[in-house]
């Protein structure tokens, strides 16, 4: 896939890369928006760009804001909540190969979660 923009639902969009042990991926998304609650392999560390979120890890919610850093442990289950229009880029490890299998669909709802 490339360096792109995809437009997952109303609310959300995605752009990412994989290399052969990880994969990079850039999240924009709107106040209000909310991207449920799953869980995969993948270890996950998120950086918030820009904007402020509720990231609930493991059953603990934390606010962050821009330039703050969450991290994901592999098979934690979690869902961020956009306080504002947000801009996050996540770094994966492995590689998420089920994104490149159509493995997304709870990022691609049929609108905003509220």
Known sequence: MGWTFERLNECL???Y???RNLTLAQFRIKAGCTVPAHSHENEQI???LEG???FVV????REVSAGEV???PPGAPH???ALTDLVVVDVFSPRRDDWER???SYLRGEGPSR
């Open 13 to 15: 969009e995605r752009r």
């Open 17 to 19: 890369v994989s290399g």
């Open 46 to 48: 998120s950086l918030v």
């Open 52 to 54: 402020r979120a509720l």
């Open 58 to 61: 493991g059953g603990v919610a």
């Open 70 to 72: 969450v991290h994901i």
């Open 79 to 81: 869902e961020v909540r």
């Open 102 to 104: 159509g493995g997304d």
